[in-house]
């Protein structure tokens, strides 16, 4: 009777010109679009299925962490080379990935109209990336269509509302510039209002 590791070599094969060891038994399937298309190679240990390459990476480092999984660094999903494998997490696997949404929407650096993904011109909601002009731009145009009037913008100079920036009449709130006299002014009217 063959061994695990018996097993197991029979069906890899050397491909020189990648250095890949290449599973050529059992594949797992996926559909997507319609298409069945191969992922990874399927071998039988402990009594269960799992991927090939994941019981190569096993066999040399030990069992993999949990919360990691096993990353091909060669981007062959067929490869059981130990030295193109790497545990990392579901997280850092899928923005290695070629093709995949989020690195592919990482790799931007620009809006599809153009304004920059930098520091200042972009909020993060969600894990996603939202740019602040196109939102800016967006709401205007919905408060436009509503009737209603375009807000006067706060400059170096004053707020929005025409009170002077002074050491006195600002404070910053998570990091955001605030004009003493408009907040204390919308608490008087919260005030009014609950009576």
């Known amino acids: 009777m063959k061994t695990t590791e018996q097993r197991f070599w029979e069906k890899v094969e050397w491909r020189s010109k990648t250095g890949c060891l290449e599973w050529v038994g059992a594949l797992s399937y996926s559909e997507r679009d319609g298409k069945r298309r191969s992922f990874y190679g399927r071998f039988y240990w402990n009594e269960k299925y799992g991927s090939a390459h994941v019981y190569a990476y096993e066999r040399i480092h030990g069992s993999v962490t949990k919360g990691l999984e096993v990353d091909h660094l060669c981007h062959n999903t067929r490869c059981v080379n130990v030295e193109h494998l790497?545990?990392?997490?579901?997280?850092?696997?899928?923005?290695?990935?070629?093709?995949?949404?989020?690195?592919?929407?990482?790799?931007?650096?620009?809006?599809?109209?153009?304004?920059?993904?930098?520091?200042?011109?972009?909020?993060?909601?969600?894990?996603?990336?939202?740019?602040?002009?196109?939102?800016?731009?967006?709401?205007?145009?919905?408060?436009?269509?509503?009737?209603?009037?375009?807000?006067?913008?706060?400059?170096?100079?004053?707020?929005?509302?025409?009170?002077?920036?002074?050491?006195?009449?600002?404070?910053?709130?998570?990091?955001?510039?605030?004009?003493?006299?408009?907040?204390?002014?919308?608490?008087?009217?919260?005030?009014?209002?609950?009576g």
């Open 86 to 194: 790497e545990a990392v997490t579901p997280r850092e696997n899928q923005l290695r990935g070629i093709g995949t949404v989020i690195a592919t929407n990482l790799a931007k650096t620009h809006c599809p109209k153009g304004h920059p993904y930098d520091t200042n011109n972009t909020r993060t909601y969600k894990g996603m990336r939202n740019c602040k002009r196109c939102n800016a731009d967006r709401m205007r145009l919905e408060r436009a269509a509503q009737g209603i009037e375009a807000r006067v913008m706060a400059t170096d100079i004053h707020c929005a509302n025409g009170h002077l920036w002074a050491e006195d009449n600002e404070r910053f709130i998570n990091n955001k510039r605030t004009c003493r006299s408009c907040h204390n002014a919308a608490k008087r009217r919260w005030k009014a209002l609950k």
